[in-house]
Structure formats: C-alpha cells, structure tokens
C-alpha cells in the first residue's frame, strides 16, 4: 500500500512542527541557561549604576558647595574692590584738599613776599626822605646802612642747688 498524498503531507507537516517545537525547546533551554548570567550582568550593572548614582550625588554636593565657596568669594572680591575704590577715592580727595592747602600757604607766603617787599621799599623811601631832610638841616645822618648791634646781655649761669640749700626765687 502506498501512502497516500494527504497523509503523507499531513505526516510532514507534523514532523515540521515536531522540529520547530524541538527547536523552540531547544532554544527555551539555552536562553534559561543565559537567563542566570544574564541576571548576574544585570544586578552587576545595577549596582554600577546606583554607585554611580552616589557618586554624582555626591559630586553635585562637591559642586554645589564650591559653587557656593565661589559666590561667596565673589562677594568678597567685590566688597574688597569696593573698599579700595573707596580708599583710592578718600586719597584723592584727602591729595585735593593738601594740594590746595599748600596752594593756600604759596599764595600766603607770596602775599607776605609782596607785603615785606612793600615795606622794604617803604623804609627805603623812608630813609631817603629822612636823608634828605637831614641833608636840608644840615644834620650827620643817623642812618648809614650799617646798624648798630645792640649790646647782648650777659647771661646768668644757673648754679645748681645742692641738697639742703635754699632756693630764694
């Protein structure tokens, strides 16, 4: 007896399923087999990433406190260029008002020139007309431009008192 078409088809096509049904086992078994290692790889990357989760917490923290360091720095640059400004201003203001009180004494000092320069010419002018009127009356002249230095007086050592004297000033 010969097979017969349809159950020959229908036994090949059961022998297709019973490969592929093989093949899936076979499959499902080797990818049970990984499942394990598979597992193992990925509490491994697991625990790399919450330790790398720490770590950049941890390194936010170190940023965010030198962020913090920063700005206060920052805000102590500017308090100390603040105060230079301030010192550089008070020197110039304190060089202004020197500056103009030595202004003040020259001008002082020039004024005093004029006034003894005046007076000089005044007593010339004065000794000339005295002069003069001495030349007229026919008197010596008093005034020669020499001038008399007056006597200097003698000074009086002071004696040092001993113990027991008395001291009558």
Not at 105 to 130: C, G, N, R, T
Request: net charge negative; hydrophobic share 35%; with cysteine.
């Amino acid at each position: 007896m010969a097979p017969s078409a349809p159950r020959t088809r229908a036994a090949a096509a059961l022998c297709m399923k019973q490969i592929s049904l093989d093949n899936q086992s076979r499959m499902i078994r080797r990818l049970r087999a990984q499942l394990p290692t598979e597992r193992r790889g990925l509490a491994t990357m697991k625990k790399e990433h919450e330790d790398t989760q720490i770590a950049l917490e941890a390194s936010h923290k170190v940023i965010t406190g030198l962020t913090e360091i920063g700005l206060s720095m920052s805000k102590k640059i500017e308090r100390m260029k603040a105060k230079k400004q301030k010192a550089r201003e008070n020197h110039v203001v304190c060089h202004q008002k020197f500056q103009a009180r030595i202004q003040e004494a020259e001008d002082l000092m020039k004024a005093q020139h004029l006034i003894i320069e005046a007076l000089v010419e005044e007593k010339d002018s004065l000794l000339q007309k005295i002069q003069g009127l001495q030349e007229a009356n026919n008197d010596p002249a008093p005034f020669d431009d020499e001038w008399e230095e007056e006597p200097e007086e003698e000074e009086i050592e002071d004696i040092p008192l001993g113990e027991g004297e008395i001291d009558d000033e």
